[in-house]
């Protein structure tokens, strides 16, 4: 039998003693005294067992999580009290170690749940668990219901109102007296601009883009609770910019007329409304005539951009917009103070389409494959160093992957951040392949042809071929103005690490990437003339990770 011990002390001047080096002595006797294996010990110091929170006990959260991946097969503690003085929190975790065929032992109280009892007894205490939970969760689902009859909010304050309540030193104060109907009044500085945003754009003359910049340009912030991923994956809480995304869920929210939902129903609301309900009729119009078109407001039949749907910021890595002005210039742009993920050094820069769209035309017409150049591939298909390399990739993915799905049981995500941050990392792991030879030959003779190719090709046709290569290119809108990296697909990958550029041509593709990090060599970066890569040492693991 594998076991491990759980120790915790609730004060440091327990951790500054002897208490928790006599529960791991006790422990090392116990294993010795019934033959177990000691495989770890979890030390939890300054911790309390009171709190419900399983979050602020880091150590029995992660010996929790440990509890499924058949690590061991007994905890040992030394008195319960050490395990949790919580009930829930007792019944909750007595149930994850269940469903992990873990056994809990308790030296002082002599409770030994690694017999056929004890795992019975175990088994009774998760079902009462589940049901515990499930009574709270019907208790809860009433209280909400009866707050939606009521007219009282049942979830988050939307932006533009406010509680009349306040939180100081963990006590509820009121803020107003008397108070509001609904519990919530209209913010003063966040109601107005909520109220001029659904005019703007009620009068079919402005953006969601455009309004999002607004909203960040007069210092205003989301009021965003949950962890989200920032640029380089990190989980961060707290306001954010506003994006076309967080504009559009205020212009649908029927909150702001008085409304309120609760499940599918519409019901009124105690509070007093910010627009009127004939405005909100005329926004949900405007958006929906506008829905799955271009976001600029210039009539036009078609607009091409060569690079829409795989040009990216190469400071941040996050994609970047296509957008046509009214006098006709068209630009691959990030809007000013938009973006959700924190500051990007590029912010509010632009490039024109035609000027990233002529550099890429120069790249693909400078491509040359030498006479060996299948040869070459193959070889590089069969190197033991690259096929160790993409496997090691790959499961670095799955355990991002792993853990959003954690965060999203959690709660931490919503359901539409969690498919989209979900099918993002799935896609990652599709790049993450060694590409069979065939595959591999089939898109070199696909290179071989390019310029050919490209020369004969429509503005749409010459867009398909670079979807079908790349999955992304990297634009610099802050210093160069100029496209510094593209990422191939997979079976293009080992093409571009053979391939060499047109003599003359005043493109480099520089085949092997400046740094020696391996991520790095899913990207290739490329260069014309003189003009430097702004982002070689500082900012290339950041874009890689998008």
């Known amino acids: 039998m594998r076991a491990v011990a759980y120790l915790r002390v609730s004060s440091l001047s327990q951790v500054e003693g002897h208490s928790l080096s006599a529960q791991e002595r006790l422990f090392y006797e116990l294993c010795k005294n019934r033959g177990w294996e000691p495989v770890q010990v979890y030390r939890e110091e300054g911790r309390s067992a009171h709190n419900e929170s399983v979050k602020k006990r880091p150590v029995f959260r992660l010996l929790l999580e440990d509890a499924g991946k058949d690590i061991f097969d007994i905890v040992v503690v030394h008195t319960l009290d050490r395990w949790s003085r919580n009930l829930k929190v007792t019944l909750e975790s007595l149930t994850t170690l269940a469903r992990g ?64 309540w306040v ?51 007069q210092g205003f912030r989301t009021r965003n609770t949950k962890k989200l991923p920032d640029a380089q994956g990190n989980l961060s809480a707290g306001p954010r910019h506003f994006t076309t995304s967080s504009v559009r869920i205020i212009l649908h929210n029927p909150f702001f007329t008085g409304m309120l939902k609760h499940r599918k129903e519409v019901m009124p609301g105690a509070h007093k409304p910010v627009i009127s309900k004939e405005v909100f009729d005329q926004v949900e119009l405007t958006l929906k005539r506008n829905s799955g078109r271009s976001e600029t407001l210039t009539p036009a039949p078609a607009r091409h951009y060569l690079l829409k749907g795989i040009v990216r910021c190469a400071y941040c890595g996050m994609p970047l917009w296509a957008e046509t002005y009214r006098n006709g210039t068209r630009y691959y742009r990030e809007q000013y103070g938009s973006r959700s993920y924190g500051d990007c050094a590029a912010r509010g820069g632009s490039i024109p389409c035609e000027l990233a769209d002529s550099q890429m035309g120069s790249l693909i017409e400078a491509i040359v494959l030498g006479p060996d150049w299948l040869e070459d591939v193959l070889a590089r298909l069969s190197l033991k160093d690259e096929v160790s390399r993409i496997k090691e990739l790959r499961q670095l993915a799955a355990e991002r992957l792993r853990r959003l799905g954690r965060a999203y049981v959690d709660g931490l995500y919503s359901d539409g951040d969690y498919h989209r941050q979900k099918r993002t990392l799935e896609m990652e792991m599709e790049s993450l392949v060694t590409p069979p030879a065939d595959a591999a030959a089939e898109a070199g003779r696909m290179i071989e042809n390019l310029p050919e190719l490209w020369a004969a090709a429509g503005p749409e046709e010459r867009r398909k071929l670079l979807l079908t290569m790349l999955d992304a290119v990297y634009v610099d809108m802050k210093d160069s103005r100029t496209i510094v990296a593209i990422k191939p697909k997979a079976p293009f990958r080992p093409i571009f690490q053979v391939a060499t550029t047109r003599e003359g041509s005043g493109v480099m593709l520089l085949n092997e990437p400046p740094d020696t990090d391996p991520e790095a060599h899913r990207c290739f970066w490329w260069r014309r003339g003189r003009v430097e890569l702004p982002v070689q040492k500082r900012l290339h693991r950041d874009m890689l990770q998008a």
Request: negative net charge; hydrophobic residues 30%; aromatic residues 8%.
């Open 101 to 164: 065929n873990v056994a809990l032992v308790s030296i002082s109280e002599n409770i030994d749940y690694s017999t056929p009892q004890g795992r019975l007894f175990t088994q009774m205490l998760g079902a009462f668990a589940e049901y515990f939970s499930d009574a709270l969760a019907n208790h809860v689902s009433k209280g909400l219901e009866q707050r939606a009859v009521d007219g009282r909010h049942t979830g988050g304050i939307p932006f533009g109102y406010e509680s009349c």
């Open 167 to 217: 939180e100081k030193d963990g006590e509820r104060h009121r803020r107003c007296t008397p108070e509001h109907k609904g519990g919530v009044h209209i913010h003063p500085q966040e109601g107005p601009a909520v109220a001029e945003l659904f005019k703007q754009y009620a009068t079919g003359t402005t953006t969601l883009s455009q309004l999002a910049g607004w909203l960040n340009r």
